[in-house]
Structure formats: C-alpha cells, structure tokens
C-alpha cells in the first residue's frame, strides 16, 4: 500500500508594509519559496462593504459621533451622514481630511464599488 505524500506545512498570512520597502518584502518572500496572491481591490475582500460603511466603522472605533468627526474634519455633518448611508459618494479632498482624523487609509474612501 502506498504511503500519502507528505505536504510540508504552511502558514497563510496577511503582511502589511510601507510602500518603500514593499518591493523588498516581495523579492525576499518569493525568493524564500512563498507564493503571493496579486492585489485584490477591497470590494473583492469585503464584498458586502462600501465606503460609508467603512467610514461609520472606523468613526467607531474612534469613538466619534458624526458632530464629533464633522468638527474635527471641517466636512459638514450631514455630509457625513449621507456617505455613510450610500446616498453621496467621496471626493479625494474629503477622503483625505475624514482618512487623517480617523487614522485610515485613504484608498478605503475611495474605491468604486461598481469595479
């Protein structure tokens, strides 16, 4: 009787890196025997989020109220309300100034979810 073929083990993980070194993880994973998936866009890892919701849950996890991040931020409260609800998309010069307050990559704000 044949011995199952022995699989050595593996270990999957998400690694985060500064865009200047990235290049260099890259290289030293691959060279190591790792196999990297390409980019996914955050509609394909979080298929049911869209950037309201990702703006109500990082204004959360910062504790905020709307008023709170509206103040803080310089955009209008009920701008605020209607991207969280999906009723108002994020221009790149509101992404940038809610993203610096609420400590959140920029990109979340940005990306279109029809791609």
Known sequence: MLEPTKKPPIDIFRVFCP?????????YLLEHGCQLEASRSPAEVFPQRTPGTLLQGARYRED???????????????????????RRSVDK???????????????LLLWDTER
């Open 19 to 27: 865009t200047d070194i990235s290049g260099t993880m890259r290289a």
């Open 93 to 107: 010069q509101t992404a940038k100034r809610l993203s610096q307050v609420l400590n959140m990559d920029i990109r």
């Open 64 to 86: 905020l109220t709307q008023a709170e991040l509206a103040k803080r931020s310089g955009v209008p409260r009920r701008q605020i309300s209607e991207i969280e609800n999906d």
